[in-house]
């Protein structure tokens, strides 16, 4: 449903094609890109970037099951990211249209905090499945579950939070709106 | 709904045509199509007050309550 707004507070729709345009791109190349990096980085690297160094890993000890694993578990926070953006493109073509309180905009924006909820929680959760999964072939007693939480992932989860919480009062806004539009 | 809406019959009375009135309100034809039908939640106060105007009536002539039987 689309509602008459002052053309001050309406946002151009060629900024919003432009930030669809942005989130297609970074939802495609931000994937690709970490499964590069995962592919090519040395595993002391990778466990640096992972806030676990000093695991005593080295990238020649690793089996081919815990590299696959590994690769696996770092391509999941970027995947959530990416399905957030996919949904934060199609809400933005909604915005684009003219359509701020349609119910798949709503549900679009919804998806993108969804997205970015899974995200910083994989963020936050996959850092200790690639300690216990790289460490694995160690042995008993070398086993390790290390535990790292950034502030970006925090903020990110904060973030994501917050654009649930718009998405709900833009539900609510759309319900009022329809409302109002049965009085005359 | 109890309350029935008799634009209709005042606008045959007073010989005004819709499209004069919805231009007078500052509604399209259609809304005030959907009023006179009934086929609204609500009428505004300034829509009222805008009608009562224009029609030179009073909110009981165009309101009419008749309780569910």
Known sequence: MSTPADASVVQSPVLSRALAAAC???????????????????VEALLQRLGLPGMGVSGDALQPWQRHAGWLLGMVPASCAACGLWHAR????????????????????RGFS???????????????????VLSWELGPGRRQLAVAVSSNDLLLLLFAAVVWQI???MRRAAALAQENAAFV | MPIVVKLDAVLADRKVKSKALAEYIGITEANLSLLKQGKVKGM???TL??????????????????PDS
Do not use: N, T
């Open chain 1, 90 to 109: 199609r809400c933005f073509l909604h915005f684009a249209r003219g359509d701020y309180f349609a119910e798949a905009a709503i549900g679009s924006l």
């Open chain 1, 114 to 132: 969804v997205g970015m909820l899974a995200a910083a929680v994989a963020g936050i959760v996959v850092p200790s499945l690639a300690s216990v």
């Open chain 1, 24 to 42: 297609v791109a970074v939802a495609l190349l931000l994937p690709l890109g970490v499964a590069l990096a995962l592919w090519l980085m040395p």
């Open chain 2, 44 to 46: 505004r106060f300034g």
């Open chain 1, 167 to 169: 998405a709900v009062a």
């Open chain 2, 49 to 66: 007050e805008k009608i009562c105007e224009y029609l030179a009536c009073q909110p009981g002539d165009i309101l009419i309550h008749v």
